[in-house]
């Protein structure tokens, strides 16, 4: 079973440039959690299954600390995930800079990781 949460939205200072940890930017996250099964199916109950909750506030703590690369802050939600959430056989972080300063029109450069 795949659980996904899409395009979380953060404002943060990652990136090589001064500016850029100065001035901070628009970043979006999306996660895909792959379970081996998921007893909510039937019970109905949040303790069967992954808390959305759980999930994204560890990519708001990692969001938070400043990075100078985009595969950095993707490798540590990606480490924080499936080590805080054991029953987790698979884990992909998609992490988007809206806008990077790349001196043209680019509506976003992205990471992702699995």
Do not use: W
Not at 30 to 40: D, E, G, I, W
Not at 96 to 111: D, E, F, I, T, Y
Request: charged share 25%.
């Amino acid at each position: 079973m795949m659980i996904e949460l899409h395009d979380m939205y953060f404002f943060a200072h990652h990136g090589c440039y001064p500016e850029e940890r100065v001035k901070g930017n628009d970043f979006s996250v999306s996660v895909q959690l792959y379970l081996p099964n998921n007893a909510a199916l039937e019970s109905d109950k949040l303790e069967d299954t992954i808390n959305y909750q759980q999930v994204y506030d560890i990519v708001k703590r990692e969001m938070t600390q400043p990075s100078n690369l985009l595969e950095h802050v993707a490798g540590r939600i990606h480490r924080a995930i499936l080590s805080e959430i054991a029953v987790l056989e698979k884990v992909e972080v998609t992490i988007r800079k809206h806008q990077p300063p790349l001196g043209g029109k680019v509506s976003c450069a992205s990471v992702k990781i699995s």
